[in-house]
């Protein structure tokens, strides 16, 4: 066998062992936290788009979120639309919202386009907070929106057990992966990662580097607010302190650092060791050492920057490839 | 034929003069130099014309159409490529990676890309480095990177501003024919310069400026031979004495 | 008429506080090029700081400034020599090194939940200091006194901070630094040490602030969150990097939130300051009073 | 100290943790608790958490559940950090991997919404001490029982009050103004504000929500002052509440009352960060330390005892909810959910230890709201012993001695 293949069978294996998981884990609560640690590794890699590839820091996502659990729940509630329509109008929402912020912002500095959407973020759900309709549209302000749990199906995206969420946020992990593989390989992605690096020179070099960040500002926050219908069914209550909140937006953009922004496997290793640290030490420390988990967390954001401020895909790339060397070497008896 | 001409290009930056009604004709197939010494403007005109920055006044004709204050993507899609003095790699990504950003400038196809890509490398010998990290490379393979990104745009017109500077001499040398190559191969070049041996050896016509006025224009012999640009360069006691 | 006048002196001095507690922001964002998301979070240290010294001395809160802002300055200093600092020299190559703005990040979590560890959630104020409660009444008129002490506050130090930059050798150095670092440091010129003592006057503006604030502000945990927004916002609509425009951009804010209530519900001048906050980056995005950059 | 205690112990937790499993505790009652123990809301999640610890430990010392052999409570709390998802996460957790016999929590109506519908649907018995939304026991969810009064109450306790003392003190209020924080709990009171306001032929002169967040209050109280009302009507967090009251009293706002709805102006913090400035304020609650109930004062004793600080109506409903499950467990005399939903339906808890609410007895009507809870107006005032939270209606649990003062005097 040689690498190639290698990765292929490891590849395959691990799609196995993903789409087979429910079969051996019957416990609801290890599929919840699946379910939610997928859920994110599906953000990460929207965000990934631009804030990976284009090499700036959107920290405003949960914006789009909240774009797209509202236009999916109130297109439902009221004139019971199915959800799975309603996620494709709050991308298309999410999408013009996403250019809007992109064209003044991606010509200037990071630091800019950081706070534009931060502000951006707040100014929506601060606005969201204060509105109670919009027009026919019940918004319900600070109160949130509720979905009761009465006609459960495939139509309506709304489930009794923890089984169908899992394969819906898996498959669409599994499609968001392969898309942002294909944009790396392509112009789109070479573009992006160029005018990330050094603007001046890829603009010199044919790129128009604030429209290709355009487009990727435009598909990620299409891909981001199909996730908000996803949580919104899942949850079946949503409610803007919580969804269109910085801690969210916060949470997806350091999953990423973590895992390794512009790398694919990064955000989704990210996710794997950011939520289980993240939730484990809520649960050991939350009645005892309130607030300790959040040191945790802070610390290990220092740390992994410190030592791998490329993410911690590098060295784990890097020791998966030993690893690899090391099996080729031995089965074709070098 | 002409393929660039500049016509009483001005550049002003809050008041202040860089470029005073600059005029160039290049004809095709030409290496052309611009000299000055430091501070003369020479990479204000040079982003005058490759779309860096709009020129205050003037008119400047590419390929007989006027590209004054067009977006650089554009310019270089229409033939027109350029380095930086102060290099600028794709510094997380290799070698080809870098190379392939500009191929793709005339192909959407990724394979086509790669192909162009390693065609350019090859060209200037260069392909055997492609898989390097391009933050590991030598200020000297640096330089070369900026060229074949240039090149593999597949451009018309080639501006060049100063490849050779902090290169050794058969450094120096070797870029000299890299460059002589270039042209060879149809390719117009307009070259800014600090070192007088390469620009000298390699130019049909230099112009020369100081505080952004052109002050000489010939060939590299009559150019060396021009008082005011020994004034230019040495002061006006050398001259005097 | 009448009314706008009274919310308009209270929009300016509340703003011009703000604009205090936004100037570290500035101020480092100016030198290192990096929003220091932690800035909140020294703003609530230097608050505990104040509230402590006052507490146990019974001295004049506004005297605690001089125990407060040195000690704010070696807090900087120290924590952008140790935990910053490495991170840059890192990532010496890139032209924005976007990890260090995690690196803050990490720091506010950290502070915020040590000191939830360390002093428990509980709210603290002054209750009993001679400016709490002190109002100023003209005619029907009422201008709240220590808020008029941190308006002049502010101003001092903005103009302190200002002379220091522009008449001191370390200040020369600092703008020297924030211009061009790469011909700085060629000048002889230890960009690190720069850095360092660019958030340590960073983190001393913020405990200015924070001794402004303690007279008539509560103390806790997370107050530095609600700040921190708010700094985002005045240092961009100021203009990133100009110390003038974080006063401006403050004071502007301050009146936004004072008068436009009068017209509509509190909760929507939030928003409406959210708006100004995108039209600015609309229409001028290097903010009011910043001056064209290459960013 | 301090710390140390509270880094070991986790540790030890866990291992205690690892073990049980091993060993398997089958005899005891585990409860989960899912409060806000950091992030905003944290002061009340820690007070909550105070009192259920407080109430199983006498609960245990006392020889535990005797009709399941003298089963334990444990306690098992999780951090909801005041966020719906968080909550989600945790109930499940604690359903599935903590097998937990009943759920309690989660303060923050939003966060309780979401989480009652999590063990609704596995049947888990949840008890809500404190979340006032009306909305939570009108889901129809058979396994949901609030020993707090809900938010209509609450609201038609604060008018009744009002109509009350005007009458006692023969002194007319016609303007009243609404400022309540910009969220569930707030808005949610508005609303039944209004329509009391309307029923009572009282004029509105302002409607002011705001945002609990804000860094200056001024504006709002700039507002008040201008609106020109005679009551004030309030609902707040705790430092806005701070913020609020200090604010009123430097801008020497003119008021006959304020009439707060607990939450921020019952915190602990709060007489101690406004002193003199919230001297007259009406607030409601639903527990006050001077009720004349027997055990009521030691239960208060001990507590501050143990954590500094006096119950509060929250912590008491945490403390109450402790012995309604201990009564219900008794009854059931099974760990079968559907055995102990049936309990609490039937609870009907008048005496015994822990029973130191003001009203007689816990009762759960069908959709599972506790009917008898009812609500006591406090006054804030000094009498001598320094500010303190004095009962004043309804008249008949009145503190011996004090007449309420009202209209507020000038300052």
């Given at each position: 066998m040689n690498y190639k293949n290698i990765n292929k069978v490891a590849l395959v294996a691990i799609l196995l062992i993903a789409f087979g998981l429910p079969l051996v884990i019957r416990s609801a609560t290890y599929l919840h936290i699946l379910v939610l640690l997928f859920f994110y590794a599906y953000l990460t890699t929207s965000w990934n788009l631009v804030g990976g590839f284009a090499g700036v820091l959107p920290l405003g996502h949960a914006a789009f979120v909240g774009i797209g659990a509202y236009t999916s729940t109130i297109l439902f509630l009221q004139y019971g639309i199915s959800p799975w329509i309603g996620m494709l109008v709050g991308g298309v929402l999410a999408t013009i919202a996403g250019i809007l912020i992109g064209l003044p912002t991606f010509k200037m500095r990071g630091a800019y386009f950081a706070l534009a959407t931060i502000a951006f973020a707040e100014g929506f759900r601060v606005i969201v907070e204060n509105i109670d309709y919009i027009g026919p549209f019940k918004i319900n302000g600070p109160r949130g929106l509720q979905i009761p749990p009465l006609d459960i199906g495939l139509a309506n995206f709304m489930f009794a057990s923890k089984e169908p969420y899992y394969y819906i946020i898996l498959i669409m992990l599994v499609a968001v992966v392969v898309l942002t593989y294909v944009i790396s390989r392509s112009k789109l992605g070479y573009y992006l990662n160029a005018g990330g690096e050094e603007p001046e020179a890829a603009m010199a070099l044919g790129v128009n580097v604030a429209r290709a960040k355009l487009i990727a500002m435009a598909m990620s926050s299409f891909l981001t607010a199909m996730a908000g219908t996803f949580y919104a069914q899942f949850t079946l209550y949503i409610h803007p302190k919580s969804i269109i909140s910085l801690d969210l937006s916060f949470e997806i953009a350091f999953i990423a650092l973590i895992g390794g922004?512009?790398?694919?496997a990064g955000p989704i290793l990210g996710a794997l060791l950011l939520r289980p640290v993240g939730d484990f030490s809520r649960i050991y420390f939350g009645d005892t050492l309130p607030g300790m988990h959040l040191i945790i967390f802070g610390l290990v954001l220092i740390l992994v920057m410190h030592y791998q401020p490329r993410g911690l895909q590098e060295p784990l790339t890097r020791l998966y490839n030993n690893l690899i060397r090391r099996i080729t070497h031995n089965t074709t008896g070098r | 034929m002409v393929l660039l001409e500049v016509r009483g290009m001005t550049k002003e930056f809050g008041g202040l003069r860089?470029?005073?009604s600059l005029d160039l004709t290049i004809e095709k197939g030409q290496i052309f130099g611009l000299i000055g010494p430091n501070g003369a403007g020479k990479s204000t005109a040079f982003n005058c014309i490759a779309g860096a920055f709009a020129p205050t006044a003037g008119v400047i004709t590419f390929n007989n159409e006027t590209i004054n204050g067009q977006k650089p993507w554009n310019l270089c899609k229409k033939g027109l490529a350029r380095t930086f003095q102060i290099v600028k790699p794709f510094a997380s990504k290799s070698v080809l990676y870098n190379v392939m950003v500009a191929s793709f400038a005339t192909t959407n196809s990724r394979q086509v890309a790669e192909e162009k890509a390693i065609k350019v490398l090859e060209s200037l010998n260069f392909a055997d480095k492609k898989d390097i990290l391009s933050s590991n490379l030598t200020i000297a393979d640096r330089k070369r990177l900026e060229i074949a990104r240039a090149l593999a745009t597949e451009p018309k017109l080639l501006l060049l501003d100063e490849?050779?500077?902090?290169?050794?001499p058969n450094e120096v040398d070797e870029m000299v024919e890299v460059l002589k190559k270039i042209r060879e191969q149809g390719t117009t070049i307009f070259v800014i310069e600090h070192i007088m041996r390469a620009i000298m050896a390699l130019s049909d016509r230099i112009v020369v400026i100081q505080f952004g006025k052109k002050i000489a224009e010939g060939t590299p012999k009559e150019i060396a031979n021009n008082e005011n640009v020994i004034k230019a360069y040495l002061g006006e006691d050398y001259v005097a004495a | 008429m009448y009314y706008i006048i009274e919310d308009t002196i209270n929009g300016i001095l509340m703003g011009s506080i703000y604009g205090l507690t936004a100037m570290g922001l500035t101020i480092i964002f100016g030198v290192l090029k990096v929003v220091n998301f932690a800035h909140g979070s020294m703003l609530m240290v230097g608050m505990y700081l104040a509230y402590w010294a006052v507490t146990l001395s019974g001295m004049h809160p506004y005297l605690a400034i001089v125990l407060v802002a040195p000690a704010m300055f070696l807090f900087g200093y120290t924590l952008q020599n140790f935990v910053i600092k490495p991170i840059f020299i890192a990532e010496k190559?890139?032209?924005?090194?976007?990890t260090v703005i995690i690196v803050t990040t990490g720091i506010w979590y950290i502070l915020d939940n040590l000191t939830l560890l360390i002093f428990g959630p509980q709210y603290r104020s002054l209750a009993d200091n001679p400016l709490n409660g002190q109002m100023l009444e003209i005619g029907e008129m009422f201008i709240s006194v220590p808020k008029l002490y941190g308006c002049i506050t502010a101003v001092i130090t903005a103009l302190g901070v200002y002379w220091f930059f522009q008449k001191t050798d370390m200040g020369r150095a600092i703008r020297a630094t924030s211009m061009d670092r790469e011909a700085a440091s060629l000048m002889g010129i230890n960009q690190y040490k720069i850095y360092n003592v660019a958030f340590g006057i960073g983190a001393a503006t913020a405990g200015i602030a924070a001794v402004t604030l303690v007279p008539f502000y509560n103390v806790f945990p997370t107050v530095g969150v609600l700040f921190d927004i708010k700094g985002f916002i005045i240092v961009v609509l100021g203009g990133l990097g100009s110390i003038g425009g974080a006063l401006a951009g403050g004071i502007i804010i301050g009146i936004i939130e004072s008068v436009g209530p009068q017209f509509m519900t509190a909760t929507w001048t939030e928003a409406i300051v959210y708006g100004l906050f995108l039209v600015v980056l609309f229409v001028k995005p290097s903010g009011l009073f910043g001056q064209k950059h290459d960013w | 100290m301090q710390i140390l205690r509270r880094i070991v112990v986790p540790a030890l937790a866990i291992s205690l943790i690892a073990g049980s499993y091993a060993t398997g505790h089958a005899e005891n009652v585990k409860i989960g608790n899912i409060i806000p123990l950091s992030g905003p809301s944290a002061t009340l999640g820690q007070q909550g958490k105070a009192a259920r610890e407080m109430a199983v430990e006498e609960i245990n010392a006392a020889g535990g559940i005797k009709s399941l052999g003298g089963a334990k409570f444990e306690l098992v709390f999780a951090d909801s950090e005041s966020k719906p998802e968080k909550g989600v996460a945790e109930a499940e957790r604690l359903i599935?991997?903590?097998?937990?016999?009943v759920l309690t929590g989660c303060w923050n109506s939003a966060v309780t919404y979401p989480t009652t519908a999590v063990a609704e649907r596995y049947g888990i018995p949840f008890v809500v001490p404190v979340s006032v939304s009306d909305k939570i026991t009108d889901q129809g969810f058979k396994t949901v029982f609030r020993i707090a009064a809900k938010d209509s109450w609450w609201t038609r306790d604060q008018f009744a009050f009002l109509k009350d003392m005007e009458k006692e003190f023969g002194t007319k209020v016609e303007r009243l103004a609404f400022v309540y924080e910009n969220g569930d709990w707030g808005k949610g009171f508005a609303g039944q504000w209004k329509k009391l306001a309307e029923a009572g032929g009282y004029k509105v002169v302002l409607d002011e929500p705001y945002p609990s967040t804000a860094t200056d209050l001024s504006p709002v109280v700039q507002k008040i002052r201008r609106a020109k009302p005679d009551v004030l009507l309030l609902v707040s967090n705790a430092a806005d509440a701070i913020l609020l009251t200090n604010t009123l009293a430097d801008y020497k706002v003119k008021l006959k009352a304020i009439i707060a709805s607990g939450g921020g102006h019952a915190d602990p913090s709060f007489l101690k960060t406004t002193g003199k400035n919230a001297q007259y304020l009406f607030d409601i609650v639903e527990w006050e330390t001077d009720v004349n109930k027997p055990g009521a004062k030691e239960a208060n004793d001990k507590y501050k005892a143990k954590y500094g600080q006096n119950l509060t109506g929250e912590a008491v409903d945490a403390y109450v909810a402790m012995y309604v499950l201990k009564d219900a467990l008794e009854r059931a005399a099974s760990l079968d959910p559907e055995k102990i939903r049936e309990a609490l339906a039937a609870t009907n808890l008048s005496s015994g230890p822990g029973m130191i609410v003001g009203y007689d007895s816990v009762k759960f009507d069908k959709t599972g709201q506790n009917e008898n809870a009812s609500l006591v107006m406090v006054q804030v005032n000094d009498?001598?012993?320094?500010?303190e939270r004095i009962t004043i209606w309804p008249k008949s649990a009145r503190r011996a001695g004090y007449t309420p003062v009202f209209p507020m005097p000038n300052k």
């Open positions: 922004r512009g790398s694919i | 860089a470029i005073d490849v050779m500077a902090g290169l050794r | 190559n890139v032209r924005e090194p976007l | 599935n991997t903590e097998k937990v016999n009498t001598g012993k320094g500010l």
